[in-house]
Nanobody
Framework: EVQLVESGGGLVQAGGSLRLSCAAS????????ISWFRQAPGKEREGVSC????????YYADSVKGRFTISSDNAKNTVYLQMVSLKPEDTAVYYC?????????????????RGKGTQVTVSS
């Protein structure tokens, strides 16, 4: 089955940390890059980070650079998003998606597959 499943969201105080996980089916892991997006109520979708399926290159939104780190465990077909120094403005539903293999068009990219998302809430 082709799927993406996120986990790891929750409620955290400002300055805290969370690690999100995105478990992907093998087909997705072998043929796509994995990107994290987020969407807060009333706001547009924002590309948070992308990790290339080609060479592992990583890309970040300016708003999260230096605070978020994307990584992958190929043995587990899982991509992680480590988030530190969280801010209230990071509050959103975070979801992972399968995008073009080299993140070429990220963040303005289409998504062939996406997960249902996980809520991240950062209190002030």
């Amino acid at each position: 089955e082709v799927q993406l499943v996120e986990s790891g969201g929750g409620l955290v105080q400002a300055g805290g940390s969370l690690r999100l996980s995105c478990a992907a089916s093998e087909f997705i892991f072998d043929n796509y890059a994995i990107s994290w997006f987020r969407q807060a109520p009333g706001k547009e979708r924002e590309g948070v980070s992308c990790i290339s399926g080609s060479d592992g290159s990583t890309y970040y939104a300016d708003s999260v650079k230096g605070r978020f780190t994307i990584s992958s465990d190929n043995a587990k077909n899982t991509v992680y998003l480590q988030m530190v120094s969280l801010k209230p403005e990071d509050t959103a539903v975070y979801y992972c998606a399968a995008v073009d293999f080299k993140c070429t068009w990220w963040p303005n990219t289409g998504m062939d597959y996406r997960g249902k998302g996980t809520q991240v809430t950062v209190s002030s």
